[in-house]
């Protein structure tokens, strides 16, 4: 239903690593032998979320990269959206607008008018952003299951 990438997945990786190191320098090297993941696709990562200002850099022999908010300041929202941007769940949610698939101008959709599954598809993926955006890196770190929300609107 939801799919994020292998670079936001290792984003995440990265990101949870840090949080259970908040307030520390962790080098890339460090992650990448903790997890088995790329090394240049990680630096990489990391250096997007830089720009995104969730983490920042250290340089130096100790140098690596630390969080710029405690963990329990950080959505795993913000880590997805600085990534990949909001996530999509239909084709004419994820071409909207989008000028890479659709040259810049909306896409037409022959059924948008009376689409039966337009707004319940939608509402699904506004409590699906809404649980990211509730859900912080602190409680990724956690080995207690995440709690999730019953909500009903």
Do not use: F, N
Not at 24 to 49: F, G, T
Not at 137 to 144: E, G, P, Q
Request: one cysteine or more.
């Amino acid at each position: 239903m939801l799919q994020l990438t292998k670079r936001t997945e290792y984003g995440l990786i990265a990101m949870v690593h840090l949080a259970s190191r908040a307030g520390e320098v962790v080098s890339v090297r460090e992650i990448c032998e903790h997890y088995p993941i790329p090394r240049r696709l990680v630096a990489e990562v990391l250096k997007e979320l830089g720009r995104a200002e969730l983490v920042e850099s250290h340089r130096g022999a100790s140098g690596g990269y630390a969080l710029t908010r405690e963990p329990e300041h950080i959505a795993l929202s913000e880590v997805v959206a600085a990534l990949e941007g909001a996530p999509g769940l239909t084709s004419c949610q994820a071409d909207w607008g989008d000028p890479r698939r659709d040259g810049g101008h909306a896409a037409e959709c022959g059924v948008q008018a009376t689409c039966p599954i337009r707004s319940p598809i939608h509402r699904i993926r506004e409590h699906l952003w809404g649980l990211m955006q509730r859900t912080t890196l602190r409680s990724l770190t956690s080995s207690a299951p995440l709690a999730l929300e019953s909500t009903h609107s």
